[in-house]
């Protein structure tokens, strides 16, 4: 199982960026997930999608600026991130779960996740 996280990058405050995650086909199948470590922080979960009906949740801090959304024929995963902010900035990687529990706590219990990318760097800074 592999996951390749790709679309970071160097923007101004305000602007917008969208990452991809290409994945196995099985990974799509369950419960996937961004989530980001910004420098001296620990790892939290930002986003985590639900693995039948794509129901999705989001930490409050991007709660309508992010948008997570999946394309199983293309074996990839996005994060669409509007209005960026400074405190944005992080390494964001993807993630999947092969579990049952909720996809909500998972995204809160990250040490659970299965499988893991390698990140890519987004830098919002003026």
């Known amino acids: 199982v592999q996951l390749q996280a790709s679309g970071g990058g160097l923007v101004q405050p305000g602007e917008s960026l969208r990452l991809s995650c290409v994945a196995s086909?099985?990974?799509?199948?369950?419960?996937v997930g961004w989530f980001r470590q910004a420098p001296g922080k620990e790892r939290e979960g930002v986003s985590c999608?639900?693995?039948?009906?794509?129901?999705?949740y989001y930490i409050d801090d991007t709660k309508g600026r992010f948008t997570m959304s999946r394309d199983k024929a293309k074996s990839t995963v996005y994060l669409q991130m509007n209005s960026l902010k400074p405190e944005d900035t992080a390494v964001y990687f993807c993630?999947?779960?092969?579990?049952?529990?909720?996809?909500?706590?998972?995204?809160?219990?990250?040490?659970?996740?299965?499988?893991w990318g390698k990140g890519t760097q987004v830098t919002v800074s003026s």
């Open positions: 999608m639900e693995k039948t009906d794509s129901t999705t």
């Open positions: 086909r099985f990974t799509l199948d369950n419960t």
């Open positions: 993630a999947a779960y092969r579990g049952s529990s909720d996809y909500a706590d998972i995204c809160r219990r990250i040490w659970e996740m299965d499988y």
